[in-house]
């Protein structure tokens, strides 16, 4: 069986070296040195700044075009050459969970493009988006997207989330956070 | 901030005693004469036969009329003459979580008639439901509906789970245990 909840531990130690960190809204985290992906619940340690988990689940807005679309055209994680990577922490407000289905898909994709501006750095920027929305009361976040890329497509990366933040779908983001990773090539 | 997190006990005690336990598919549950509707997660004690926790959350399925509809003819539950309750712990299959969202609406509503038969019971039989799924790894089901009614709509509730547990919706079901309650009145 797939490992689905995985907790991103930042501290002074970790596979991943932070190069940057954003507040893009909302209160900041921590700072820390490192990151390390690990599967299932963390235990916190004294090099620990922060820890955050979440759950990989099924897709909640593609349609079956989109979703066999994605099929053919992701990457997994993981790929030796993807030594760039990015952890972007997101929570929305209550105006938007309390919306209808029909409502948020109407703005995620309908109004936003959501999916298909992702499509279009596809295979390039690999992602991974772990739900922390249901995973307990007391979540900072609602979820946290990983994103891993080689460097040649950093500016790439950038255009992704910059198109993505002018949205009528970000609107509703009032969390975000935005960190910048290497690692050694493999 | 209301609660979201709410644990299931069932035991030697609690304030709802146990009628009756169906398992309608799957493996079946420990027996218990009492359970307990509890908010937050519950430790487990000697007379805890087994406890379920879920959480609520934003609708998956429902469109903006949908929304609507239930938020005028929906009952909370609590009401002093719904002294009979019905907890449905439910788990889906693989071959559901893996569909899109267009295609799990499709089955739920359109071939199905989820939603809309479940208003025809409005406001008599009250319902929350309970999201496990993404709860964690490791949860025995994915759904926890409670139900609360008074003892004059007890024949209704059988008709509400029977059409139900017959539609194409109910194929993806592969672990379902009826439990059925009642209490004292207030």
């Known amino acids: ?28 985290i921590s700072a820390a040195a ?14 620990t700044s ?8 099924n897709d909640r807005y593609v349609s079956l075009d989109e979703k066999q679309h994605l099929a053919l055209n992701q990457a997994g994680v ?3 050459e993807a030594v760039c990577a990015a952890l972007v922490l997101i929570r929305k407000s209550a105006a938007w969970w309390i919306l209808s289905q029909t409502e948020r898909r109407g703005i995620l994709e309908d109004q936003s493009k959501h999916i298909a501006i ?38 790439d990366f950038n255009q ?12 509703y983001v009032d969390r ?5 990773l290497v690692r050694e090539p493999q």
Chains 1, 2 share one sequence.
């Open 118 to 155: 992702g499509m279009e750095y596809l295979p390039a920027i690999a992602r991974r988006l772990h739900h922390c929305h249901d995973l307990g009361e007391n979540e900072p976040f609602d979820f946290l997207t990983w994103f891993e890329y080689s460097p040649t497509y950093a500016a």
């Open 78 to 80: 993981g790929r030796p």
């Open 50 to 57: 922060w820890a955050f988990s979440g759950i990989t689940s």
């Open 160 to 171: 992704l989330v910059s198109r993505l933040r002018a949205t009528e779908e970000w609107k």
């Open 1 to 28: 069986m797939n490992r689905r909840l995985f907790t991103f531990v930042g501290g002074s130690t970790g596979r991943w070296h932070v190069t940057r960190v954003k507040t893009i809204v909302g209160e900041p």
């Open 34 to 47: 490192k990151v390390d992906v690990l599967e299932g619940r963390a235990m916190p340690n004294p090099d």
């Open 176 to 180: 975000e956070i935005d960190i910048r």
